[in-house]
T-cell receptor, first 110, second 114 residues
Framework: AQRVTQPEKLLSVFKGAPVELKCNYSYSGSPELFWYVQYSRQRLQLLLRHISRESIKGFTADLNKGETSFHLKKPFAQEEDSAMYYCALVASGGSYIPTFGRGTSLIVHP | DSGVTQTPKHLITATGQRVTLRCSPRSGDLSVYWYQQSLDQGLQFLIQYYNGEERAKGNILERFSAQQFPDLHSELNLSSLELGDSALYFC?????????????FGAGSRLTVL
């Protein structure tokens, strides 16, 4: 069975500082990884997925199969980045049901 | 609103009772997923339906059941409620039933069992 671990419940940084939200996974096959975000009073929504290799709102994430990680990074945090971030894994060849981590709350101080 | 609609937004009930949560998927989406989010827990997958049929089952208790109707809306029925069932229940939808689909989430239904 697959598992997603987000080791930090809370990450607090100042505006302009670099941000890295950690995500580690366990899955023996080839996974697809996602980051979802929930801003205050808004719905959970997709931020980015690893196959897109895009930078969304300045965030990037690289799938590292050797370290089984998919950390979310942004070089300069903004106050509007404050939100709850969830890492999710979909196991290819399986049921395709996303498995979510417990989430990391990012707070960006002015 | 063509997004995922969940009702009710909030529900307070007593132990032993039964409640029904309703979800209308985004227009055009055939697949509906139910997740439970308890305090300090991530999103726990409960069940998925695709075009009216159960497609996958997660850690759903026997006291819980769900169905998807011909108009594609779905209902999650929770019975013999216990205090531990208090949680935020999310519904999500996607276009297809297989493949690594992006989920569109509803706002959630917050259930409080007293």
């Amino acid at each position: 069975a697959q598992r997603v671990t987000q080791p930090e419940k809370l990450l607090s940084v100042f505006k302009g500082a670099p941000v890295e939200l950690k995500c580690n996974y366990s899955y023996s096959g080839s996974p697809e990884l996602f980051w979802y975000v929930q801003y205050s009073r808004q719905r959970l929504q997709l931020l980015l997925r690893h196959i897109s290799r895009e930078s969304i709102k300045g965030f990037t994430a690289d799938l590292n199969k050797g370290e089984t990680s998919f950390h979310l990074k942004k070089p300069f945090a903004q106050e509007e980045d404050s939100a709850m971030y969830y890492c999710a894994l979909v196991a290819s060849g399986g049921s395709y049901i996303p498995t979510f981590g417990r989430g990391t709350s990012l707070i960006v101080h002015p | 609103d063509s997004g995922v609609t969940q009702t009710p937004k909030h529900l307070i009930t007593a132990t032993g009772q039964r409640v029904t949560l309703r979800c209308s998927p985004r227009s055009g989406d055939l697949s509906v997923y139910w997740y439970q989010q308890s305090l300090d827990q991530g999103l726990q997958f409960l069940i998925q339906y695709y075009n009216g049929e159960e497609r996958a089952k997660g850690n759903i208790l026997e006291r819980f059941s769900a169905q998807q109707f011909p108009d594609l809306h779905s209902e999650l029925n929770l019975s013999s409620l216990e205090l531990g069932d208090s949680a935020l229940y999310f519904c999500a939808s996607s276009v297809a039933g297989a493949g690594a689909n992006v989920l569109t989430f509803g706002a959630g239904s917050r259930l409080t069992v007293l």
